[in-house]
């Protein structure tokens, strides 16, 4: 997490997002963009009528620098540097283009709504951003984290797969406070009422496996989070399961692996990813960053077999 990308626009969830973000730990200095996306309106009218609407985007102007000012408050004294664009167009794709421009490795972005239904529409900025940019993106809610002298609670969801395992890279490269209360998470589907008789043995076999993994993801996590508790849950379906544990322990902050749906820079949300976007609690980190650099690599090795 070197370069980031942070969407403002000067309401409470765009400052949570830059509040949470600047009290992650980052082990290098942070290249911090700062982006604030004006809509400047383009309507046929009077004279006066267009003298009025370039006064209030040029007002829009003045509050994305005094939402600037608020956001470079929060990092003072911290290894990071600060920039500040101001770009014009539908905001969702001026953040992804922004996050290309920028060859983002991380973006954050607030997302509205508190209640159940709040957080299943999500909001369109925060869902094409999710779903659009080309690296990983963390959308941030409210968990009550501010203003309180608790740890961060962290929860990662894992599986034996290349994109959790690419996940669980990532992550570990952050140096989380030895305060911070991190958790490993894998979700067993039941599987045993599908496959006949032999349903509870091959249960058994599985879960020594997911155990057996989920072991691996602590050892790999304990330099960064030396105290990771690990928990083997089942649930008819993953993101259910992933989205009822961060209820139930009131954590802040889930991390869940993202691989991509189509060569190398445009992304679908995966079912699990997806879900737990919409319905979790939480602040949500969908990681990438990993998937894209391998398979961009994958890509260049083939072009350069049949060149």
């Given at each position: 997490m070197h370069k980031?990308?942070?969407?403002?626009?000067?309401?409470?969830?765009s400052?949570?997002a830059?509040?949470?973000?600047a009290?992650?730990?980052h082990?290098?200095?942070?290249?911090?963009?700062?982006?604030s996306?004006?809509?400047?309106?383009f309507?046929?009218s009077?004279?006066?009528?267009?003298?009025?609407?370039?006064k209030?985007?040029e007002?829009d102007?003045?509050?994305?620098a005094q939402?600037?000012t608020?956001?470079?408050?929060?990092?003072?004294?911290?290894?990071?540097?600060l920039d500040h664009?101001?770009?014009?167009?539908?905001?969702?794709e001026?953040?992804?283009d922004?996050?290309?421009?920028?060859?983002?490795d991380?973006?954050v972005?607030?997302?509205?709504g508190?209640?159940?239904?709040?957080?299943?529409?999500?909001?369109?900025?925060?869902?094409?951003?999710?779903?659009?940019?080309p690296?990983s993106?963390?959308v941030?809610?409210?968990?009550?984290l501010k203003?309180?002298?608790?740890?961060i609670k962290?929860c990662?969801a894992?599986?034996?797969?290349?994109?959790?395992?690419?996940?669980l890279g990532e992550?570990?490269?952050i140096?989380w406070?030895?305060g911070?209360d991190?958790?490993?998470?894998?979700?067993a589907?039941?599987?045993?009422d599908?496959?006949?008789?032999?349903g509870?043995?091959?249960d058994?076999?599985?879960?020594?496996r997911?155990?057996?993994?989920?072991k691996l993801?602590?050892?790999k996590?304990?330099e960064?989070a030396?105290h990771?508790k690990t928990?083997?849950?089942r649930?008819?379906?993953?993101?259910e399961?992933?989205?009822?544990f961060?209820?139930?322990n009131?954590?802040?902050?889930?991390?869940v692996?993202?691989?991509p749906r189509?060569a190398?820079?445009r992304f679908l949300?995966?079912s699990?990813?997806?879900?737990?976007?919409r319905h979790?609690?939480?602040?949500v980190?969908?990681?990438?960053?990993r998937?894209?650099?391998?398979?961009r690599s994958g890509?260049e090795?083939?072009?350069?077999?049949?060149?």
């Open positions: 980031v990308l942070l969407p403002i626009d000067g309401s409470e969830p400052l949570e830059a509040w949470l973000l009290h992650l730990p082990p290098d200095r942070l290249d911090l963009k700062v982006l996306v004006v809509q400047r309106p309507i046929h009077s004279y006066a009528t267009g003298e009025l609407l370039e209030a985007y007002q102007r003045v509050y994305a939402a600037y608020k956001v470079a408050e929060m990092f003072e004294g911290a290894n990071a540097t664009e101001i770009s014009e167009g539908p905001v969702g001026a953040i992804v922004a996050a290309e421009r920028f060859n983002a991380l973006v972005v607030g997302a509205k508190h209640s159940q239904i709040g957080r299943m529409l999500l909001g369109s900025v925060s869902d094409h951003v999710a779903t659009h940019c690296c993106t963390l941030v809610r409210q968990t009550g203003g309180s002298d608790k740890p962290v990662m894992y599986e034996g797969i290349d994109s959790a395992k690419a996940a992550i570990s490269e140096p406070r030895s911070t991190f958790h490993v998470l894998t979700v589907t039941y599987l045993s599908f496959i006949g008789v032999d509870a043995a091959a058994a076999e599985r879960t020594q997911l155990e057996s993994d989920l993801a602590s050892e996590l304990s960064v030396p990771a928990h083997l849950i649930s008819d379906h993953v993101g399961g992933i989205v009822a961060a209820e139930a009131n954590v802040d902050l889930l991390v692996g993202e691989s189509n190398v820079n949300l995966g699990t990813s997806r879900y737990v976007l979790a609690p939480c602040s980190w969908v990681t990438r960053n998937t894209v650099r391998d398979a890509a090795s083939q072009q350069t077999v049949a060149g």
